[in-house]
């Protein structure tokens, strides 16, 4: 079982429409990371959420720490093709960071 | 200011052979990081070095063993293959809270 559960798994849209992925544990974390990562290259951090119930605003990307610091919530606003990538969430509970196994994510033209 | 960089970018094995990977940090960056990254999943934390020293460890076998040298540069080892070695081996520097990956190697073992 993975310490930081994503879903959906697997993600197809179409360009212009809107989409919602998570990020859940049972596990209190300090802070949670957003990364994506491109076929062929390392993960790019994207946000950094700390305080519970917290939102972040990044252009189209709206990230959100839950009250209770156990899960996250990524929305992206009308989806663009470059969008497309994995999505990964990332935790530091025990000074080791652990990561979800990612949303991969697919915005068709 | 050149990022993270890793060699090589890929590179094929067989089992029972050992492997020798590298990591050039971000300029400044004190602290790296490897990770693996099997298809279809996240990057799993292999370890941790800062000031030529392991700082911290996941849960992997001896088999796994690295080093950083004084430039803050590192290697990743890992002795005698198994197929289920074959993953993205990803590197990362940090300072402080912020980690930057590099492209990874991407290892296949036969």
């Known amino acids: 079982t993975q310490l930081l559960e994503q879903s959906p798994q697997f993600l197809s849209i179409q360009e212009g429409e809107n989409l919602t992925v998570y990020c859940n544990s049972s596990?209190?974390?300090?802070?949670l990371q957003w990364y994506r990562q491109e076929p062929g290259e390392g993960p790019v951090l994207l946000v950094t959420?700390?305080?519970?119930?917290e939102v972040k605003k990044l252009k189209r990307l709206t990230f959100q720490f839950g009250d209770a610091r156990k899960d996250s919530s990524l929305h992206i606003t009308a989806a663009q093709p470059g969008d497309t990538g994995l999505y990964l969430c990332a935790g530091d509970p025990d000074n080791d960071m652990r990561f979800g196994a990612g949303t991969r994510l697919t915005v068709k033209p | 200011d050149a990022g993270v960089t890793q060699s090589p970018t890929h590179l094929i094995k067989t089992r029972g052979q050992q492997v020798t990977l590298r990591c050039s940090p971000k300029?400044?960056?004190?602290?790296v990081s490897w990770y693996q990254q099997a298809l279809g999943q996240g990057p799993q934390f292999i370890f941790q070095?800062?000031?030529?020293?392991?700082?911290q460890r996941g849960n992997f076998p001896d088999r796994f063993s690295g080093h950083q040298f004084p430039n803050y540069s590192s290697e990743l080892n890992v002795n005698a293959l198994l197929l289920g070695d074959s993953a993205l081996y990803l590197c990362?520097?940090?300072?402080?809270?912020?980690?930057?990956f590099g492209p990874g190697t991407r290892l296949t073992v036969l």
């Open positions: 596990s209190v974390f300090s802070s």
């Open positions: 990362a520097s940090s300072l402080g809270a912020e980690q930057f």
């Open positions: 070095y800062y000031e030529e020293e392991e700082r």
């Open positions: 959420v700390v305080t519970g119930g």
């Open positions: 300029s400044g960056h004190d602290t």
